[in-house]
């Protein structure tokens, strides 16, 4: 895929975890994807989208910085949301909270085979107080 596609395919994949569409997730998600160095496949990785979801109920995910250098995607997700409980080990516990996600992609056939996601926890505890 060229950058231009390879772009419109990730923002495809953005829309698919908006939607909660889990059905058409293995379309943009390898069956064999890895999810940061572990292997976790895609059930696994399904299963931890939806895990989220539960937590976290109204889940956006809102790219604001995408970076696409063919086979490879880089993003800056930003999340303003509100945790139902403890979210990465923080009592967040229905209070409305904005952070960041710095993740990168790579791309294998057209799908997402590797995610290496950093997410900005003391964003999320300085909220906290």
């Not at 231009?4 to 889990?22: F, K, P, S």
Request: charged share 25%.
């Amino acid at each position: 895929m060229n950058k231009t596609d390879l772009a419109e395919h990730y923002r495809g994949y953005i829309a698919c975890l908006n939607e909660q569409d889990w059905p058409r997730l293995g379309t943009f998600v390898h069956d064999e994807v890895h999810y940061n160095g572990q292997h976790v496949g895609l059930a696994g990785y399904r299963t931890m989208l939806e895990n989220d979801i539960r937590a976290i109920p109204d889940l956006r995910f809102d790219v604001q910085q995408l970076i696409v250098d063919p086979p490879q995607v880089a993003c800056r997700l930003q999340f303003d949301c509100t945790p139902s409980g403890i979210l990465f080990d923080l009592p967040v516990n229905g209070r409305r909270v904005r952070f960041g996600e710095n993740v990168f992609y790579g791309f294998s056939d057209g799908r997402i085979r590797e995610v290496w996601s950093v997410i900005d926890k003391a964003a999320i505890a300085a909220q906290l107080g």
